[in-house]
Structure formats: C-alpha cells, structure tokens
C-alpha cells in the first residue's frame, strides 16, 4: 500500500505561483499513473493532471493548461505539480492520488490518495 503526502499548499496572490510536492511511501510508485485532483468549496472534486509512469506523457484540464505543470522524480518517490499565474478560481484543496492503470481523469481509476493541501489565491 502507498501513502501519499501532500504539501506546498499556502496563500497567494492572484498571478502568483506556487509548488505542490506529493510524497509517497510504503511502497515504490515508479511504476503507477500519478494525478492532481482539487475540490473548491461546495464543488465536487475535479481532475487537474495527470502522468505517466516513466513521466513521458502528461494530461491536462483545459482550466489548467499552459499554467500548471505536472512533472515527477521517481528516484525521490514524488510528484510535483508547478503553479503559475494562479487564478482565484484555483482556490480548492489540492489531492494526489495514484494507481495502476492507464492515464486518466476518472478518479475511480486511482487507487490511493492523499489527505489533501489547502490552495488560496486571493484576488
């Protein structure tokens, strides 16, 4: 079983960036999709990215594309999602979750997931 802890989560200004790291434990997750999700207040929550394995193919949603970039280090058991120009409507929790299947935005497709990171961007 994987554990997953997120972290890098704060305020920040509209524009502004910031840098959330999962780490993951108990096992190795080399060879498992890695995604962000995040869920604002009152919404349900919503795919943000997702990776591949070897970090070879990435999958956006259109709300985050060319802003937000997901990338990961295998040898560190991590993942990173890079925030730029962050909008107030990123606010949310931030989750990572991960699994065996193939890249997706379906969340029943992920088979672990983290307890979350709070992001604020005020405007």
């Known amino acids: 079983q994987v554990q997953l802890v997120e972290s890098g989560g704060g305020l920040v200004q509209a524009g502004g960036s910031l840098r959330l790291s999962c780490a993951a434990s108990?096992?190795?997750?080399?060879?498992?999709?890695m995604g962000w999700f995040r869920q604002a207040p009152g919404k349900e929550r919503e795919f943000v990215a997702a990776i591949s394995w070897s970090g070879s193919i990435t999958y956006y949603a259109d709300s985050v594309k060319g802003r937000f970039t997901i990338s990961r280090d295998n040898a560190k058991n991590t993942v990173y999602l890079q925030m730029n120009s962050l909008k107030p409507e990123d606010t949310a929790v931030y989750y990572c979750a991960g699994g065996s299947n193939r890249l997706s935005p379906r969340q029943g497709l992920y088979d672990y997931w983290g307890q979350g990171t709070q992001v604020t961007v005020s405007s």
């Open positions: 108990g096992r190795t997750f080399s060879s498992d999709t």
